[in-house]
């Protein structure tokens, strides 16, 4: 293949798929300028393989794989990164920027006290509306993890957020 034309391919990708990687990266950490960088490192690495990448039988289910294993990466970094230096000073505490709305905030409080598997298959899944198959491509897993996992984080999300459980009767206040 001609370099243009890789060229030319390339781009079309980028523009047809940019805006969702950051999407997904943006869910997955919370930090909207991590999101910008972590999709433009995605498509820096899929640029340099794109010849192996093209060929891919699901190239955007092979993108989202690259974004979740980048935003892996980047979490063990930071907690990492957090180790060393509680050794050296006491933290202060962490501000945090309040969201348009208290429910956005809730949510996004509740998803980051998920593991990664969990976080990532809610938010593929529900988020991105991604079938069981296509969230178990882009995460190098099984259907049955997919399955298990949104299951399991599910009822986590609902305990954190204080959602009845069925045939609990619904009050005015959260439920503990």
Not at 84 to 95: D, I, N, Q
Not at 140 to 162: N, P, Y
Request: glycine share 6%.
């Amino acid at each position: 293949m001609r370099l243009e034309d890789a060229s030319a391919e390339f781009h079309d990708f980028f523009e047809r798929h940019y805006a969702e990687l950051a999407r997904l990266a943006f869910l997955l950490t919370g930090e909207p300028d991590a999101a910008d960088d972590i999709a433009a490192d995605a498509l820096v690495a899929l640029w340099r393989h794109w010849d192996r990448f093209r060929a891919a039988r699901h190239p955007l289910a092979y993108a989202r794989g690259v974004v979740a294993n980048l935003v892996r990466e980047r979490i063990r970094s930071a907690v990492r990164e957090r180790r060393r230096v509680a050794l050296f000073w006491s933290r202060a505490p962490e501000t945090i920027e309040p969201p348009d709305t208290a429910g956005t905030l809730d949510i996004r409080a509740a998803l980051a006290r998920l593991p990664f598997r969990k976080r990532a298959c809610v938010v593929l899944r529900h988020a991105f509306d991604l079938s069981e198959k296509d969230t178990a491509m882009a995460l190098g897993i099984s259907v049955g993890t997919v399955k298990s996992q949104t299951s399991k984080a599910m009822a986590e999300l609902e305990r954190l957020l204080g959602v009845p459980a069925a045939g609990e009767p619904v009050t005015g206040g959260r439920t503990r």
